[in-house]
């Protein structure tokens, strides 16, 4: 089975600074996919950049980029220029891919989740 | 094009109850999720359904059970409710074949307390 685990339970930046916020994953799987989602009060969870396990260049999404380490099983998130509306919590997340009508779904394997707060 | 759209946006049971949730797809997708958040925890998944029938489960009993109507709109339903069983309850569509480009796309959840 696999595990994703995020070991930073909150994190404070101020607006226009950078922050990096560090995710970890356990799977015997060489072909998988890997999520940041970030779900603010509001309670949806909104994808926010996601990566393919064997493309070897990282992801970007304008200020929101990726450094995943294939070997170390490390899938980092860099929010450059932070803005008072990425207040929110975000969550790594692991999706192993299956097929249809197999009984088995391509799920999302969420870690616990690191609070980001940014301040004025 | 619509959301996901999920009802109520909260509820209150006692323990031993049972408990119906409803969650209409975003237009166009025919894959529905559901997922637990526990307070604190984040989303684990439950069950999947594709064309009306469960595509996969997760770790959760068989008081847990679920439906996908012809619309694509799904239900979960949870039997002799458990005061564990509460938690915001996520509901996600997603569209066959397309899911990386078009992947999960998440409801605003149904918060369930159970007393």
């Known amino acids: 089975a696999q595990t994703v685990t995020q070991s930073q339970p909150e994190m404070s930046v101020q607006e226009a600074e950078t922050v990096t916020l560090s995710c970890t994953y356990d799977?015997?799987?060489?072909?998988?996919?890997l999520f940041w989602y970030k779900q603010p009060p509001s309670r949806q969870m909104i994808l926010v950049i996601r990566?393919?396990?064997?493309?070897?260049q990282n992801a970007t999404e304008n200020r929101f980029s990726v450094n995943f380490q294939k070997a170390a099983k490390s899938f980092s998130l860099k929010i450059s220029d932070s803005q008072l509306g990425d207040t929110a919590m975000y969550f790594c997340?692991?999706?192993?891919?299956?097929?249809?009508?197999?009984?088995?779904?391509?799920?999302?394997?969420f870690g616990t989740g690191t609070r980001l707060q940014v301040t004025l | 094009e619509t959301g996901v759209t999920q009802s109520p946006t909260h509820l209150i049971k006692t323990r031993g109850q049972q408990v119906t949730l409803r969650c209409s797809s975003q237009?166009?997708?025919?894959?529905v999720s559901w997922y637990q958040q526990a307070l604190g925890q984040g989303p684990q998944f439950i069950f999947q359904y594709y064309r009306e029938e469960e595509n996969g489960r997760g770790n959760f009993p068989p008081r847990f059970s679920g439906l996908q109507f012809p619309n694509y709109s799904s239900e979960l339903n949870v039997n002799a409710l458990e005061l564990d069983d509460s938690a915001l309850y996520l509901c996600?569509?997603?569209?066959?074949?397309?899911?990386?480009?078009?992947?999960?796309?998440f409801g605003n959840g149904t918060r369930l307390t159970v007393t």
């Open positions: 237009s166009g997708h025919n894959t």
């Open positions: 997340a692991f999706m192993k891919p299956a097929g249809l009508n197999t009984g088995t779904a391509s799920k999302l394997t």
């Open positions: 996600a569509s997603s569209q066959t074949g397309t899911w990386y480009n078009s992947p999960l796309h």
């Open positions: 799977t015997s799987e060489n072909n998988y996919y």
């Open positions: 990566q393919e396990a064997y493309k070897q």
